[in-house]
């Protein structure tokens, strides 16, 4: 018993690694995204090696109305002034239903939003510092029923 122990000891250590990738979401209370709530999101960047590639993060019901999601998003870099982008995001078809990933009745969507000038290499450089962003949605119905969160996911590329 106790080698098994030991085993499985040095099997969790050794098999740890660090993940490269950032996540911050927000709930939104009753499942309802009020086009006045914003969404604010920061991350520290330390490594300005490596390529990251950003996601918008959009959990929602399967009673969600509409097959995309129309956003403002604020993107402020370290020493920079704010940059606000129009998103019309695809959330799902008439024939495949929805594109994210899902469990029972909640769908999860990671869209992928930055886009290297680049079209050979995969993701962009950041600078080191706090980045903001602020994601808002503008669709015309408020509030946006079923939207259980919203968020920013940044990865690594590997």
């Known amino acids: 018993m106790k080698t098994v122990c030991i085993l499985f000891c040095l099997f969790f250590l050794f098999s740890c690694d660090t993940i490269d990738l950032y996540e911050q979401t927000k709930a939104f209370r009753k499942h309802e995204w009020n086009s006045k709530e914003k969404v604010p999101i920061s991350f520290e960047i330390t490594d300005t090696v490596s390529l990251y590639n950003v996601f918008v993060v959009i959990r929602h019901t399967d009673a969600y109305n509409f097959n995309n999601i129309w956003l403002n998003l604020t993107t402020v870099a370290p020493g920079d002034t704010a940059v606000t982008r129009r998103l019309d995001l695809k959330l799902g078809d008439n024939q495949k239903g929805w ?21 050979t290499v995969s993701g962009i450089v950041l600078k080191k510092g706090r980045y903001q962003f602020i994601l808002e949605q503008t669709m015309r119905e408020d509030p946006l029923q079923h939207v259980m969160n919203a968020g920013i996911r940044l990865e690594k590329v590997k």
Do not use: T
């Not at 594109?99 to 079209?119: A, T, Y």
């Open 99 to 119: 594109l994210g990933s899902g469990m029972d009745d909640i769908f999860e969507h990671r869209i992928l939003v930055s886009r290297n000038p680049d079209p």
